[in-house]
């Protein structure tokens, strides 16, 4: 059906109607602003839940239970469908939103462009209707006056009274006026035919084609509040899978929720490997009535094991320090390197805690170590790239630090020997303790980059009685500090890899080697830790050089 067919009379209302379609377009763009509004909104509050929710620095130990994981990664999950509301606010804001605007400015501007053009034709159209008008006007003006010259000059014909010469004047006016009503009939007639094809080309050709324009814009108006409904549906759309991933997230949180786990890990946390207290002996007061009060006390004092007076005391014991306590040092202050405070079960997982912490950051180190040593082969074999002596301060640093982390490893591993009732049978290991205690250095450490400190009376000929590195002592070290049998001095290593010295090296110790620059050498024992390795040179000769000092390749396996 066609607006110009349909409503030619009703140019007013279709203007209107075109109108309030542009307002419902702005109504809509202000919804989605607001809808937008409150989405940001609800991802922002979303947003702030989490984080106030998010396990502190001092909660982490509470965290490891199953049940809290499983509270953090709803949290998680809450957070990432945060995420989502956000992706809705920003989809309707850049897509359908700016759709709207940009079909609201088009509207605009095509409405007035026709309603310009449909007023155009209207004022033509009463322009050739006023114009009709007057030319009837005068027609029937000038009908009238020939009408009443007519009747003049009948009376004036027809009285005797009046002379041949004023009849004759009267008829002359009659002809004139006669004249004057043909010529005005037909302007009027030519009038009347101009606005009758003007009005036909008005209402059934011009106005049609204006009223189809002002139809199809607004059926595209239409259609776009269409697709942008259909747009507003697709974002939510799009978001309901990953929003079926966070509930589905949060359901599996709920399901690795492990009560027996749980119930261990409480277990292991608390336990102290106190043994539980036997029954306590009968005290017959009638025969330590002789005992003094002091012995009394003393008596009954003992009569509880520690196990007992920490539980009745609720294990907690109150210090005061300093003026009303207000100075005291905290708990971490009394806390002890070694963990010894704590009971066995607590410090053994203290110090296992520590020494995993430690052997991280150890192989990090050694990662970047590699990255380096790697990166100056590259300037050495291409020097345009840059200087490889540029890297030598950062892996002297390196190697210092290596050995820093290497000597803490071994001390706190020792702490957890002896937590686990074994003892370490290495002479050199102890001497390294006594060297790392008394903080002493010698010259020769600062000459070059990683040079382990100096060993005492832990380097000797292989052919002799005495101890054969530096924590090799009297024999192979197993993975948990024990030595598991005596080493032959007498007894051939095998060789197993080869390596290049990457700086010179003075042997200034007893039982290590020199060595030049680049000189190739075949590795006998590997690093223990201790950060030398037993080499053996071309000329038959071995000994212990430092590790940081040459780049390795063990059988089997690429290391640095």
């Given at each position: 059906m066609s607006w110009g067919s349909e409503l030619w009379d009703q140019y007013d209302n279709v203007g209107?109607?075109?109108?309030?379609?542009?307002?419902?377009?702005?109504?809509?763009?202000?919804?989605?602003?607001?809808?937008?509004?409150?989405?940001?909104?609800?991802?922002?509050?979303?947003?702030?839940?989490?984080?106030?929710?998010?396990?502190?620095?001092?909660?982490?130990?509470?965290?490891?239970?199953?049940?809290?994981r499983a509270f953090v990664d709803m949290v998680k999950e809450i957070h990432d469908l945060a995420g989502?509301?956000?992706?809705?606010?920003?989809?309707?804001?850049?897509?359908?939103?700016?759709?709207?605007?940009?079909?609201?400015?088009?509207?605009?501007?095509?409405?007035?462009?026709?309603?310009?053009?449909?007023?155009?034709?209207?004022?033509?159209?009463?322009?050739?209707?006023?114009?009709?008008?007057?030319?009837?006007?005068?027609?029937?003006?000038?009908?009238k006056d020939a009408e009443k010259s007519l009747d003049n000059y009948r009376k004036a014909d027809a009285d005797i009274n009046l002379s041949r010469a004023e009849v004759e004047k009267h008829r002359l006016v009659m002809n004139q006026k006669s004249n004057t009503c043909e010529d005005c009939k037909s302007e009027y007639a030519s009038v009347l035919q101009q606005f009758n094809t003007t009005q036909q080309e008005?209402?059934?050709?011009?106005?049609?084609?204006?009223?189809?324009?002002?139809?199809?814009?607004?059926?595209?108006?239409?259609?776009?509040?269409?697709?942008?409904?259909?747009?507003?549906?697709?974002?939510?759309?799009?978001?309901?899978?990953?929003?079926?991933?966070?509930?589905?997230?949060?359901?599996?949180?709920?399901?690795?929720?492990?009560?027996?786990?749980?119930?261990?890990?409480?277990?292991?946390?608390?336990?102290?490997?106190?043994?539980?207290?036997?029954?306590?002996?009968?005290?017959?007061?009638?025969?330590?009535?002789?005992?003094?009060?002091?012995?009394?006390?003393t008596s009954k004092s003992q009569t509880l094991p520690p196990t007992v007076k920490n539980t009745i005391s609720g294990g907690k014991s109150k210090k005061r320090g300093g003026i009303f306590g207000l100075f005291g040092s905290s708990k971490v202050d009394d806390q002890k390197e070694d963990f010894s405070d704590l009971?066995?079960?607590?410090?053994?997982r203290k110090l296992q805690q520590k020494i995993d912490a430690i052997k991280k950051e150890l192989a990090k180190e050694q990662a970047e170590r590699e990255g380096m040593l790697k990166l100056k082969d590259v300037y050495a074999n291409n020097p345009a790239l840059g200087d490889p002596n540029m890297l030598d301060k950062k892996v002297?640093?390196?190697?210092?630090?290596?050995?820093?982390?290497?000597?803490?490893?071994?001390?706190?591993?020792?702490?957890?020997?002896?937590?686990?009732?074994?003892?370490?049978?290495?002479?050199?290991?102890?001497?390294?303790?006594?060297?790392?205690?008394?903080?002493?250095q010698h010259p020769h450490q600062v000459s070059a980059p990683g040079t382990p400190q100096q060993q005492h009376n832990v380097y000797a000929d292989d052919d002799s009685d005495s101890e054969k590195g530096p924590i090799d002592g009297e024999g192979e070290e197993d993975g948990d500090g024990e030595f598991d049998g005596e080493v032959d001095g007498d007894s051939e290593f095998a060789v197993i890899g080869t390596c290049r010295a990457l700086y010179p090296f003075e042997a200034t110790n007893e039982g290590s080697v020199a060595m030049s620059e680049n000189e190739e050498m075949q590795i006998l024992e590997e690093d223990q830790g201790d950060g030398w390795t037993r080499v053996r040179k071309s000329d038959g000769g071995e000994g212990f050089v430092p590790s940081s000092y040459i780049q390795c390749h063990y059988y089997g396996q690429d290391q640095v």
């Amino acid at each position: 059906m066609s607006w110009g067919s349909e409503l030619w009379d009703q140019y007013d209302n279709v203007g209107v109607h075109t109108q309030k379609g542009i307002d419902f377009c702005e109504k809509f763009t202000h919804f989605l602003k607001e809808r937008s509004a409150v989405e940001q909104e609800y991802a922002r509050n979303l947003k702030k839940l989490v984080k106030s929710y998010q396990p502190k620095k001092k909660e982490e130990d509470e965290y490891q239970f199953t049940w809290a994981r499983a509270f953090v990664d709803m949290v998680k999950e809450i957070h990432d469908l945060a995420g989502q509301h956000e992706v809705i606010a920003e989809n309707l804001q850049s897509t359908v939103s700016r759709d709207l605007q940009t079909l609201i400015a088009e509207l605009k501007h095509e409405r007035k462009q026709h309603l310009q053009e449909g007023a155009k034709l209207q004022d033509q159209l009463t322009k050739s209707a006023q114009s009709l008008d007057k030319a009837k006007n005068k027609y029937e003006k000038a009908f009238k006056d020939a009408e009443k010259s007519l009747d003049n000059y009948r009376k004036a014909d027809a009285d005797i009274n009046l002379s041949r010469a004023e009849v004759e004047k009267h008829r002359l006016v009659m002809n004139q006026k006669s004249n004057t009503c043909e010529d005005c009939k037909s302007e009027y007639a030519s009038v009347l035919q101009q606005f009758n094809t003007t009005q036909q080309e008005h209402f059934f050709t011009l106005m049609p084609q204006v009223f189809q324009h002002l139809q199809e814009m607004e059926e595209k108006r239409v259609v776009k509040v269409q697709e942008c409904i259909l747009q507003c549906a697709e974002i939510e759309k799009n978001v309901i899978p990953i929003i079926n991933t966070c509930i589905e997230g949060m359901a599996k949180a709920a399901n690795s929720v492990d009560p027996a786990q749980d119930s261990k890990l409480v277990i292991d946390r608390h336990k102290s490997g106190f043994p539980i207290p036997t029954d306590l002996p009968f005290e017959d007061l009638s025969v330590m009535s002789g005992s003094t009060d002091n012995q009394n006390n003393t008596s009954k004092s003992q009569t509880l094991p520690p196990t007992v007076k920490n539980t009745i005391s609720g294990g907690k014991s109150k210090k005061r320090g300093g003026i009303f306590g207000l100075f005291g040092s905290s708990k971490v202050d009394d806390q002890k390197e070694d963990f010894s405070d704590l009971p066995p079960n607590q410090r053994r997982r203290k110090l296992q805690q520590k020494i995993d912490a430690i052997k991280k950051e150890l192989a990090k180190e050694q990662a970047e170590r590699e990255g380096m040593l790697k990166l100056k082969d590259v300037y050495a074999n291409n020097p345009a790239l840059g200087d490889p002596n540029m890297l030598d301060k950062k892996v002297e640093e390196n190697a210092q630090k290596l050995d820093a982390i290497r000597q803490e490893l071994q001390k706190f591993e020792g702490y957890l020997a002896e937590c686990e009732g074994k003892r370490r049978h290495s002479a050199s290991g102890d001497s390294i303790h006594s060297s790392d205690s008394s903080g002493q250095q010698h010259p020769h450490q600062v000459s070059a980059p990683g040079t382990p400190q100096q060993q005492h009376n832990v380097y000797a000929d292989d052919d002799s009685d005495s101890e054969k590195g530096p924590i090799d002592g009297e024999g192979e070290e197993d993975g948990d500090g024990e030595f598991d049998g005596e080493v032959d001095g007498d007894s051939e290593f095998a060789v197993i890899g080869t390596c290049r010295a990457l700086y010179p090296f003075e042997a200034t110790n007893e039982g290590s080697v020199a060595m030049s620059e680049n000189e190739e050498m075949q590795i006998l024992e590997e690093d223990q830790g201790d950060g030398w390795t037993r080499v053996r040179k071309s000329d038959g000769g071995e000994g212990f050089v430092p590790s940081s000092y040459i780049q390795c390749h063990y059988y089997g396996q690429d290391q640095v």
